[in-house]
Structure formats: structure tokens, C-alpha cells
């Protein structure tokens, strides 16, 4: 028989909606301000129906610069990335592009706190795995021999795994507060 | 004769054109991260032609909750939103949304620096307004009496021009660091 599961899981729900709706949590309860930011899209076409909105009838995804998320937690400048991936044993770091790098090592450098949530969906876990982590990682691919992908060890060992919770869904914030003492010791 | 204008203007792009490119100014230069958002589009209908992008061939215009720009400056969380108008005596409210406000709220109570760049565009004259003379104005309009436009005058007295220059565009930094002045006084 299946082993009984302890605790909260996902329940089908997406990391990107868990994450909303810890963001939307956060917000109401004066926490912090976080939210995703929009897809961004290439408009090329809108018509104008008479007495009806304004309708979009080609447009094209765009490569995103930046990150999914950023905000204001306790006056910190937070910015993150959220991923999800069905493999078991490590994470592909074809998931990121290059602008994405660049842009989270900005932040860094302005004195932001950015992260990746990641969430392995077979296993049903997330964890948290603070930038200066990702970037080693990122910056080994490119090394002989460097590996294409995070192994799973790696997350248990130098990340945050991140518990389900009934409210907030994904409390991340507690992990960030771990994240701030680590950068200011 | 014309008065010849001294110093530079705009020449003819938008006050959000002028916003990007100083801010891809402040990337180059490591001063800043800041971006513009995506506009919010709900997506209804995509096409997958093969070998070709995804088409999104029906898709509609969302209310933002937030603002245009956000991101981070010397370890501050910047926040705000650009408008334009061609009145030449007094800037509508109606030109924000309550979400818009309540969000520069929240903003400022987490410790982030909020504000308007507000382009008077006949006028040819840019200022930037913090969100706290913002907020005075927004309330006003729901008293007895209240008005229902920020006068001109209250930009010249209460905001900060920013001029136009050579590189960046529109150095509204320079500025920031006076609204962090006057929030840490
Ligand atoms: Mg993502
Ligand atoms: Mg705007």
C-alpha cells in the first residue's frame, strides 16, 4: 500500500498558483509585496470592435530578461525564479537563460536577495536555492567535463527544502529571512 | 520669434521610450536594475503552427495592479509609474486606479521609495512627485469640494523637475537620492 502522506502537498495546484497565492497571503497580511510579473508578449495586431474591448489577434511570446517574480519583503529588494521539473535526479540548467543570470547577478550586486524555487514534481518537493548556489552551478557547465545539470543532492544539501503549508501554500519568506542572515554574516 | 529652447527635450519619443532607454543606461552602468513591466494580457486563444512561434491569435487587455517600473537602486526598492498628459494646467486623477495606489502604499510601508514621473508634454516638462503628495492629492478628491486634478503648481512646488539631458535621457536618480534624503531626515 501507498505509504500515508505527512503533511501538505500540492494538491494538482501549479508551483506558479502555490506561489500566487502565498504572494497574495503575504500581501493581505501586510508581509511583504511580491507579485509575478506578466508574460511578456509582442503585439503586432489589435482590432477595435465598436462598443466592445480591445481585442488582440496576433502576438507572440517574447523571451523574458528578467525573472517571474520580485518585490518588497521588510524593505529588501526580493527577486526570484520559479521552476518546475518531472525529472528525479538533478535539474537541467537549460531551464535559464543567460539574461536571466545576468539579471538576478545585477541584483545581487545592488544588494537584492534572489533565489530560485524549484520544484521536482515527481517527488513532490520544493526547495529554495539561494543564487550564489545557482551561479557556481551555472558557471561549471561551461568548464570541461562541467555538467549540464544541478543533481538533486545538491538542493537537499545547499538549498532550503520548502515545506507545504496550509496558509501561506509555500512559505518562502522563512526561508528568505535565512537567506538575509547568511548574507549579512 | 519661437524662444529657442536651451538645453535638450524630448524630441519626439514617448516619456516611456525616455524611461528605457535610461534605464538600460543605469544596467550598462551598474547604478540600477530597474524595468519596465509587461503589460498584463489575458490570453484566450494560441495557435501551434508547426514549425513556426505560437501564435496567440485572441488575447485581451488587463486592468495592471500594479505599476509600470520596479526594481532596485543601491539597495532600495524603486516603484513607480509614469504618466503623460497634454493638459497644461493640472494632472486628473483619473489617470490612476485605486489598485495603483494601494499598491505604492503597501510599497512604501515595506520601506521601498515610491513615486510618479508625471510629462506635462505640451508643456515639454517632466517632474517627479513622491507618493506621499500623491496620496494627499488622491484623498482630497473624495472630500466635500475636493478636486479632482493635481494643480500644475503643486508639481512645481511640492515635485522636482527633471530635466532632460544628453545620457541618461532623464535622470531621475538623481532625484531618488533626494526622496531618500527626505525620507531619512
Ligand atoms: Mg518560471
Ligand atoms: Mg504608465
Chains 1, 2 share one sequence.
Not at 76 to 101: G, W
Not at 138 to 151: R, V
Request: a positive charge; aromatic letters at 14%.
Amino acid at each position: 500500500p501507498k505509504k500515508k502522506k505527512t503533511g501538505y502537498s500540492n494538491r494538482g495546484m501549479t508551483l506558479e498558483e502555490d506561489l500566487n497565492q502565498t504572494n497574495d497571503y503575504y500581501l493581505l497580511r501586510k508581509i511583504a509585496v511580491i507579485h509575478k510579473k506578466p508574460i511578456p508578449i509582442q503585439i503586432v495586431n489589435v482590432d477595435y470592435p465598436s462598443r466592445s474591448a480591445a481585442k488582440i489577434t496576433e502576438a507572440y511570446y517574447k523571451k523574458a530578461s528578467t525573472t517571474d517574480y520580485n518585490g518588497i519583503y521588510n524593505g529588501y529588494y526580493i527577486d526570484f525564479e520559479a521552476k518546475e521539473t518531472r525529472n528525479k535526479t538533478s535539474f537541467p540548467l537549460k531551464n535559464f537563460h543567460d539574461h536571466q543570470l545576468s539579471h538576478m547577478e545585477a541584483c545581487v550586486d545592488q544588494g537584492g536577495i534572489c533565489f530560485i524555487v524549484v520544484r521536482f514534481s515527481t517527488l513532490d518537493k520544493v526547495f529554495v536555492l539561494d543564487f550564489s548556489v545557482l551561479k557556481k552551478w551555472w558557471d561549471q557547465q561551461f568548464e570541461e567535463k562541467g555538467k549540464k545539470s544541478i543533481p538533486y543532492s545538491v538542493f537537499e544539501k545547499d538549498g532550503y527544502e520548502l515545506p507545504y503549508s496550509l496558509a501561506p501554500r509555500l512559505p518562502y519568506l522563512t526561508i528568505v529571512d535565512q537567506l538575509i542572515v547568511n548574507r549579512d554574516l
